[in-house]
């Protein structure tokens, strides 16, 4: 996995609630994340969390159904994407709320739904969170914000609630572990060809430019700047501390990784990230 975070040394103390929030943002809450509902488009505009390891080594199972949201009246419903080839792609992914019956449940609910190529979504949204989920394990602390980007005026519309498509995903994480600490972007366009990560990778003021929105901006000023304007593909696994330390006292364990179906992997892995072979090689699909 050579996708890598800008790392630096400096300790700072970070909130889940801030960090999940993008800057001077309206927003509500549900168990597990923090969101904002675009009622004209069907679908939120960002949804933020954090991912720990007890959350993507938890035993809860995934759901098979989805459920509308009952606060929200102009939420969209499961039938709105019968019939027209499109997902129902979950932004905060079943795999990052392995370990509370009530986040799982809340990860069905349709604000947390927008409409993925299928192909997309079992493919590299999939990977990206995994590999997300192997930094959980790695990490302490791992912030999360991910939404739709509307490139289209007039973008595909589907199901009676005419839940607009989107073009593209963003997705930024803000990492911490001891002194380590770095950010990264993604914009992914809503296609099946959209499968190497690397080539979708950026700056986290690369994504603020494209969204409008701004992330992380309750760092000090100056580890805002740092840990935004630049990435550093060569240092990820083997320059961070975090890494090193860890991978010295790894023991066997279960993939933490979400299988096409959405269900955990069942392998056996003693990779420091707790991704299998399997998964770990298709992350690195970009080396």
């Known amino acids: 996995m050579k996708l890598l975070l800008l790392l630096s040394f400096i300790s700072v103390s970070l909130s889940a609630q801030k960090y999940t929030i993008p800057q001077n943002q309206d927003y509500r809450e549900r168990s597990g994340f923090y969101y ?8 939120c505009n960002w949804i933020g969390y954090t991912v720990s390891k007890d959350d ?24 709105d994407y019968d019939r027209y080839g499109y ?24 604000l947390n739904v927008a409409p993925m190529d ?17 930094w959980a394990v790695v990490f302490d602390s791992v912030f999360v914000v991910t ?19 989107p ?21 992914l366009p809503n296609k099946s060809e959209a499968n190497n990560l690397q080539q979708y990778s950026m700056p986290i003021d ?19 700047v740092f840990t935004e304007e630049s990435i550093k593909r060569d240092m990820w696994k083997d320059g961070s501390v975090s890494y090193k330390l860890k991978a010295s006292f790894v023991k066997t ?17 003693d990779c420091v990230t707790q991704n299998c072979w399997k998964h770990g090689c298709d992350i690195q699909n970009s080396k």
């Not at 993507?56 to 039938?79: I, Q, T, W, Y």
């Not at 932004?91 to 449940?105: E, F, V």
């Not at 690369?206 to 805002?224: I, M, Q, W």
Request: net charge neutral; hydrophobic share 35%; with cysteine.
């Open 36 to 43: 904002s509902y675009n009622q004209g488009r069907k679908v």
């Open 56 to 79: 993507v080594e938890g035993s809860k199972l995934p759901l098979r159904s989805f459920h509308k949201d009952s606060a929200e009246l102009m939420c969209a419903e499961p039938n």
């Open 87 to 110: 997902a129902m792609g979950q932004l905060k992914p079943r795999g990052a709320s392995r370990n509370s019956t009530s986040d799982m449940k809340e990860v069905h609910n349709m």
């Open 118 to 134: 299928m192909a997309f979504k079992k493919g590299a949204w999939r990977i990206l969170d995994n590999m997300i989920a192997g």
């Open 147 to 165: 939404g739709p980007i509307y490139e289209s005026k007039h973008p595909e519309m589907i199901g009676e609630s005419r839940v607009n498509v």
């Open 167 to 187: 073009d593209k995903f963003f997705k930024v994480v803000l990492v911490r572990n001891g002194l380590d600490l770095g950010a990264i972007g993604f914009v």
């Open 206 to 224: 690369s994504v603020e430019a494209k969204t409008g929105y701004n992330f992380f901006g309750d760092l000090p000023e100056y580890l805002e």
């Open 253 to 269: 364990k279960q993939c933490v990784a979400a299988e096409k179906s959405d269900e955990r992997c069942t392998s056996e892995t």
